[in-house]
């Protein structure tokens, strides 16, 4: 089992601001110049306090299967949060008016996703070196999985607990990745 905390978690400017703008109107909110934007992503970011905590299992593991996207060759069930203050501040810019509030739930939810692509990131060498892919991210969301993910990740070691079915701190994820082995070919090498 890996545990990180408080790493870096930067969301791209330009990436950001483009699904900003679908979702609100930037220039309301007087962050339409990307140097504002810029700040405000700072600002946010600032605030974050990211970790994750991770194991991969083989297929022995009978409690932890039901989990995996797929069959595969082993599989990597994982918890990531943004840290107990980013709760507090997303109800803070929300009661400063449904834009503000629309526009921080956007950058915490791409937060969280950037939390589990950090998790690939540190376990694509692993696949790679079993000649595996990953199937797609499993997100968790029935009330009775979270809670076996939480107690076997011991999610309390970054903070994370269930509570009324639902993972706390708010902006906190369960997700389970399968390694699926890759095809051979007939003259035995591995596809590409």
């Known amino acids: 089992m890996r545990k990180i905390r408080g790493f870096r978690l930067r969301l791209p400017v330009k990436e950001t601001r483009r699904r900003a703008r679908k979702a609100v109107d930037l220039d309301a909110l007087g962050l339409a110049d990307e140097a504002r934007f810029a700040?405000?992503?700072d600002d946010f970011s600032g605030a974050l306090s990211p970790a994750v905590i991770f194991d991969s299992f083989g297929p022995e593991s009978m409690d932890t299967e039901a989990f995996a996207p797929v069959p595969g060759l082993a599989h990597t069930l994982g918890l990531a949060?943004?840290?107990p203050g980013i709760g507090p501040r997303a109800a803070e810019e929300?009661?400063?008016g449904e834009?503000?509030?629309?526009?921080?739930d956007l950058c915490a939810g791409l937060a969280l996703e950037a939390s589990v692509q950090f998790v690939i990131g540190l376990?694509?060498?692993e696949v790679e070196?079993?000649?595996?892919?990953?199937?797609?991210i499993q997100y968790l969301t029935d009330g009775e999985a979270l809670?076996?993910?939480?107690?076997k990740l011991a999610g309390s070691k970054i903070g994370i607990k269930l509570e009324a079915?639902?993972?706390?701190?708010?902006?906190?994820?369960?997700?389970?990745l399968s390694w699926i082995s890759r095809r051979r070919s007939r003259s035995g090498k591995t596809k590409t």
Do not use: H, M, Q
Not at 129 to 136: G, H, K, M, N, Q
Not at 147 to 151: M, S, V
Not at 165 to 176: D, K, M, Q, T
């Open 39 to 41: 700040r405000y992503l």
């Open 81 to 83: 949060t943004l840290g």
């Open 94 to 96: 929300r009661g400063r």
């Open 99 to 104: 834009a503000r509030g629309k526009l921080y």
């Open 123 to 125: 376990i694509t060498d």
């Open 129 to 136: 070196a079993e000649r595996c892919d990953l199937s797609p």
């Open 147 to 151: 809670g076996l993910a939480t107690e």
């Open 165 to 176: 079915n639902r993972l706390v701190p708010e902006y906190s994820a369960a997700f389970c």
